[in-house]
């Protein structure tokens, strides 16, 4: 889902667990840059605590608060935002960004795919 919606060719991904991992996998074939931050150094990251976002989509793949993210991101404005974290309609991320994804809302959408596309399924 991630990927078929990512538009962006410069991606920063927050994490470096096995979601992180995942995730980077499907969207590194559309990324032209694609930065991990990570609070753990695993090799390929970057350190969390450096402000390292200069533009372009937001992958939260960790559990970190939403007010360390607006901190993190130091009043800039990514281009999308997918926030994959457990506690993201609880604790979100208050950003400007238009094309925000929450991990309902991207749950929620698949589920109303489903629904339209059970009856297709059906007659096949």
């Known amino acids: 889902w991630v990927r078929k919606n990512l538009t962006d060719q410069n991606v920063h991904v927050i994490g470096a667990g ?3 991992q995942e995730v980077t996998t499907y969207v590194t074939k559309n990324c032209r ?3 991990v931050h ?3 150094l695993k090799p390929g990251t970057v350190p969390l605590s450096g402000k390292l976002f200069n533009g372009g989509a937001l ?3 960790a559990p970190v608060s939403g007010e ?3 901190d993190w991101l130091g009043g800039q404005t990514p281009t999308q935002v997918f926030d994959l974290r457990e506690t993201s309609n609880t604790d979100p991320l208050i950003t400007p960004c238009e094309q925000h994804y929450r991990l309902h809302d991207i749950f929620a959408q698949i589920e109303s795919n489903r629904k339209r596309l059970e009856p297709v399924l059906k007659q096949a």
């Open 38 to 40: 990570s609070r753990s």
């Open 59 to 61: 992958i939260i793949a």
């Open 33 to 35: 840059t694609l930065m």
């Open 18 to 20: 096995q979601l992180a």
């Open 68 to 70: 360390f993210l607006k």
